[in-house]
């Protein structure tokens, strides 16, 4: 078996050049920064391509429905650092066998790579939920937070508000991030749009 790794950054391509060969023994691991280089390394045929959406040059989608129209065989896993639906989506709809959030355990990881080899597909869970699904499954406190996040308090403000410690609104915003599948406030504004989840 042939992968090939396209990330810009030198320590993700060895992280995950290390999980595909714990998880495949005698696989062939290839290693590309961009996507030129990318399309040199898939001249030979590559089974499994595991790629960054943010490469320089040509980041997003884009990267993805290039190699897609020019190399359509092998399965492409794309590892991103984003998380959100529309990205996860939006990269299902151009091709991608499997969306692997760069905060995934290792062994998740691997787990999706041998998933995908065999056939399967994979995008997170909570990246898919839906707006009703999202919404029940914040806590009633992670709500209170965020209708004063979207207000635009600061973690001090919204402890006062509150009568909480500063820590606890923290733990919660991050509570309620990891259900949005977000990973910041402004993200999280952004989720709670789109999904039209109603905080009044």
């Known amino acids: 078996m042939k992968l090939l790794v396209v990330d810009d950054h030198p320590i993700v391509r060895e992280v995950l ?13 290839h290693f590309a920064a961009d996507l030129e280089q ?12 595991l790629l960054d959406l ?23 896993i794309v590892v991103s650092a984003t998380e959100d639906r529309a990205s996860v989506l939006a990269a299902l709809e151009a091709g991608a066998a499997a969306y692997v959030p760069k905060t995934h355990d ?7 790579l041998r998933l995908v080899a065999e056939g399967g597909t994979y995008a997170p869970p909570q990246a898919l939920q839906d707006e009703d699904e999202a919404h029940h499954h914040l806590t009633e406190r ?20 509150l009568k ?28 709670i749009t789109r999904l039209g989840i109603r905080l009044d």
């Open 38 to 49: 990318a399309f040199e390394q898939a001249r030979e045929a590559v089974d499994l391509v």
């Open 54 to 76: 943010g490469l320089p040059g040509c980041s997003g989608i884009d990267a993805l429905t290039r190699f897609r129209k020019t190399f359509p065989l092998p399965r492409v």
């Open 106 to 112: 290792p062994r998740v990881i691997g787990a999706v």
């Open 17 to 29: 050049g290390a999980v595909a060969q714990r998880t495949f023994g005698g696989a062939s691991v």
């Open 142 to 161: 992670q709500l209170d937070v965020l209708r004063l996040i979207v207000k635009g308090l600061a973690n001090k403000e919204i402890a006062a508000r």
């Open 164 to 191: 909480i410690a500063e820590d606890t609104v923290k733990h919660h915003a991050c509570g309620a991030y990891s259900v949005l599948g977000v990973s910041s406030r402004t993200q999280a504004i952004t989720a």
